[in-house]
Each structure stands twice: as structure tokens, then as C-alpha cells.
């Protein structure tokens, strides 16, 4: 057991540890500090990003603020010893600049600074007439200056080069020629080559590529877009050299005529940063600058099918079939399920239904249709379930490859193909095929037609009759009207 001064001390030891340790938690604290509410149209305006006690090792894009400007990022540094206590903090400053006057808003935003959210409330802006410039505050210029460099030898302006990127912006294709209707993946990606000396981050992504994604769906195709929404570094090798690979968009396209897919060079602009050539402990080492890479153009060739009576008609891809029946024996009346579904890689959204096949001794109902598609690793699959129900109404053996049955081109095979039932259906029972006739009494019309021949008769007869009962009705009606005007005179 411890006695009681060493108990003491370890006390002491752990206060003092603790307190040390939550004077260092609070110590290293990250802020983001807004610039002031009213300003000239002719002045700046910044958001400051400051971390206390560490280093500022990244940092997300500062945002868009509307009636505003960016104009580039700088860095401070500050180091501070007070009763022996060493304080220090880094930061980096966005400069916005007005591009006219009124009241704007700053929205609420967040930033990711060293793997760390920190949250901002915004506020207002308002954008007055220009200012004159003041005369030049003593006491600024003193604030201004480092100390440091004072002790130096004097303050010296920082130069910044401009060091040169080993990085491209590409576009590539899986094919470079295709059939009407077989898919190819395009795919955009931003390539830094391992010995990449020059420091670069993406900036405003979201917009960027809304413009460049349209540039890159034609019209001609039918666009399966893979949606990528987190970026991540790959590493590939490109002609024997190393690179980390930024898909930033994936899509595999399926083009409807025979008209070449040209698809233009998009651009992407990145934020690209210009390195002291005199780096020091206390300066600015790095200064924000913006370069905008491009693509090269590329153009898709696109080859008839070969011919077919059914080339306009038919769905290409890789397919094969699943099918399923249930059950495969019944009688007559009685209603079966059978399902038809393609299956494998190729435009799964675009296949119709199958065209039946002659199928008198059943009903066969409209189908329900289910389709899968998975998107993943550079192709599109899946399947496209067409679900029939079938009622027969003749007892027998039937083969249902004879109604359900496909044709398609396989691009692989360069050839077309069918996809045929193997089921058969075993139907027992009593014909039921006159059952759709309706057994309503159809009247005496109808009784009619068991006395009468097929042989054509006249009917001018029948026309002399009529005539002479209209004339009998004349004579009868003239009488009536004779005998009226007699009575009254």
C-alpha cells in the first residue's frame, strides 16, 4: 500500500496530467470566422480558416457565394510564447470579391478541415457604393509586421513557381467500334501520375460536372449512367506507368442508328498550387492558383447489323434464358404461370416482349414485366422477367417453344440467335373450345336461320307489295279528310 505522501504526489502527477491533457484538448481548436457585414463594392470580403495548436493538413472547398467572386486562397501563420507557454495556429484565408451591390446571404455551411466538420451559421452581406481609401493606420502597420522576420534581417515578399503537373484528364472508351444497339462504357477520369510533384485539389465538382456530363450523353444513345457519387483513388498502370485513377463519371451507352458517336473534349478545372521557392517555418509556403484540364475527343464508329428480317427489331447483347413452369400438367380451365426471362449483359431496359406465336388452344394474358439491373465493374447485366398466365382449353401435349421464343444478335458471336422454350405443358381433360361462343337465346332471327337456303331470291315482288299499300294508305287518309270538311258544311 502506498503511503500517504507518495499517494499525494501521484495525485498531484494525475491532476496535473489531466489538466494539461484538457488545457491541450481546448488548445487545439478549429474555427471559421466570416468578414464583416458591410462593405464597399471595391473591397474585399473573406472567410478565415484557423486551426490552433497543429498543423492545417486539408481542408474542403470554401464555398459559392452568390453576387460574389472567388479570388484565390493565402495562408498565415502565427507562433506566440507567454510565460513559457508556446501557442501557435495556421490558417487559410478565402478572398471573395462583389460583383455588385445589395444585401446577400451567406447560407449556413460546412467545411471538413483536418478529417474534422466544423459548422458555420452564415450571415449577411451588404454590398454598398465604393469607398475612398483611408489614410494609411500607424497602428495596422505595426500589427502587420512579424517579428520574427523584423529579427531577421527585415521583411522579404515571398516568390511562388509554378511547378509543373505530371496529370491529364482523360476519356476513354471500352470499344472503339460498335453494332447499332451493343453497349460500350465511356468512362472520365483525372489521372496524377505517381512522381506528380505539383499539389492540386478538385474544386467545385458538382457543378463542373453536371455540364460536362451532359456534354457527354448523345443523343443517340440510350445512356446507362453509373452514378458514382464518391470519388476515390484507384491506383492503375497506363503504358507501364503508375498512376491513382479519379473516375468522376461511368456510363455504358447503347447507340439506336448507325450515326458515329462523337463525343467533344470537356474541361475540368482544378485548384493547382504555386510553391514558395524560399520556403519557411513562419511564411506562406503555397499560394492557391486554378488550371483547367482537357480531354481529348473521341468518336465511337457505329456498324449496321448484318442483314436480317428482323434487324430493326431485335435486342443485341449477350443473353440467355430462364424460364419457369407452374405447374407443367393441369386440365382444361385451369390457369398456369410461366415465366420468360432474359437474362445477361447487353441493354436489358430496352428489350420488348417476345412476339407469341401461333397459340389457338390457349389464353394467353398480357404479361407482367420485372426487370434487375446491376451496374458495376465497367458493364451493365441483368434480367427482364415477362410473366404470362395461361389457360388452355384443348387437352393435349404442347411444346411451348412454338409460342415463346426470341430472337436477338450477339455482338460476342457476331451472329444472331434465339432464345426458345423448353417447356412443355401436359393439358388433360375435355375440350373446352366452344365456351367463348355465348349460349344466350339469340331470338327468333335467329330461329330463322335453320329454314333458310343459301339460294338468292328477288325481291321486286316484295317492292310491288309496298307500293301498293302506300297508295291504299293515300286513298284511305284522302277519304278521312273528304268526309271531315262534309260534316262541317
Known amino acids: 500500500m502506498l503511503s500517504l505522501p507518495k499517494q499525494v504526489a501521484f495525485a498531484a502527477i494525475f491532476s496535473c496530467f489531466l489538466v494539461l491533457t484538457l488545457i491541450q ?91 474534422q466538420v466544423v459548422s458555420s451559421s452564415g450571415k449577411k452581406i451588404k454590398v454598398t457604393a465604393p469607398v475612398q481609401a483611408q489614410g494609411r493606420d500607424p497602428f495596422r502597420s505595426l500589427f502587420d509586421r512579424d517579428p520574427f522576420e523584423d529579427f531577421f534581417g527585415g521583411r522579404r515578399e515571398t516568390e511562388f513557381v509554378d511547378v509543373k503537373e505530371d496529370a491529364l484528364l482523360s476519356l476513354s472508351t471500352s470499344k472503339d467500334e460498335v453494332y447499332v444497339g451493343e453497349g460500350f462504357t465511356t468512362t472520365l477520369s483525372f489521372l496524377i501520375a505517381e512522381n506528380n510533384q505539383a499539389p492540386m485539389q478538385f474544386h467545385d465538382l458538382s457543378r463542373q460536372l453536371s455540364e460536362v456530363v451532359k456534354q457527354l ?24 506507368k503508375g498512376y491513382t485513377q479519379y473516375k468522376l463519371f461511368q456510363a455504358t451507352m447503347y447507340p439506336l442508328n448507325n450515326k458515329p458517336i462523337a463525343f467533344p473534349s470537356v474541361p475540368l478545372e482544378m485548384i493547382k498550387y504555386k510553391m514558395a521557392r524560399n520556403p519557411s517555418f513562419f511564411g506562406q509556403n503555397r499560394q492557391e492558383d486554378f488550371k483547367t484540364f482537357r480531354s481529348k475527343e473521341k468518336t465511337v464508329k457505329v456498324k449496321e447489323l448484318p442483314p436480317h428480317p428482323m434487324r430493326d427489331a431485335v435486342p443485341v447483347g449477350d443473353y440467355h434464358l430462364q424460364e419457369k413452369l407452374t405447374p407443367n400438367s393441369l386440365a382444361t380451365g385451369q390457369s398456369a404461370t410461366y415465366e ?55 387437352p393435349g401435349d404442347y411444346a411451348l417453344k412454338e409460342i415463346f421464343q426470341m430472337v436477338f444478335f450477339n455482338p460476342r458471336k457476331k451472329a444472331y440467335d434465339t432464345l426458345r422454350s423448353a417447356q412443355v405443358l401436359n393439358v388433360t381433360g375435355e375440350s373446352q373450345k366452344n365456351l367463348s361462343i355465348s349460349s344466350n337465346d339469340g331470338g327468333s332471327f335467329y330461329d330463322r336461320l335453320n329454314t333458310a337456303g343459301n339460294t338468292l331470291q328477288s325481291s321486286a315482288g316484295d317492292r310491288w307489295f309496298r307500293m301498293s299499300f302506300n297508295i291504299l294508305i293515300l286513298i284511305v287518309l284522302g277519304l278521312s279528310v273528304w268526309l271531315v270538311f262534309r260534316k262541317r258544311a
Open 25 to 115: 484538448a481546448q488548445a487545439q481548436s478549429i474555427r471559421i470566422d466570416l468578414g464583416p457585414d458591410e462593405i464597399g463594392e471595391n473591397q474585399a470580403w473573406t472567410i478565415t480558416v484557423t486551426v490552433a495548436n497543429q498543423q492545417l493538413r486539408s481542408y474542403d472547398n470554401f464555398p459559392e457565394i452568390e453576387g460574389f467572386r472567388k479570388r484565390g486562397t493565402s495562408t498565415n501563420s502565427q507562433t506566440s510564447i507567454i510565460n513559457g507557454q508556446v501557442s501557435s495556429s495556421q490558417g487559410v484565408i478565402m478572398t471573395y470579391t462583389p460583383t455588385k451591390q445589395g444585401i446577400f446571404t451567406v447560407p449556413p455551411f460546412k467545411m471538413k478541415i483536418n478529417d
Open 217 to 240: 450523353s448523345p443523343d443517340n444513345c440510350w445512356v446507362e449512367n453509373f452514378n458514382i457519387e464518391n470519388i476515390e483513388p484507384e491506383r492503375v498502370v497506363i503504358g507501364g
Open 340 to 394: 420468360f426471362a432474359i437474362a445477361g449483359e447487353g441493354n436489358i431496359s430496352g428489350v420488348e416482349k417476345p412476339a407469341l406465336g401461333s397459340h389457338d388452344a390457349f389464353e394467353v394474358y398480357e404479361p407482367n414485366i420485372r426487370q434487375d439491373i446491376n451496374r458495376e465493374n465497367g458493364r451493365v447485366a441483368g434480367t427482364k422477367t415477362f410473366t404470362y398466365f395461361l389457360i388452355p382449353r384443348e
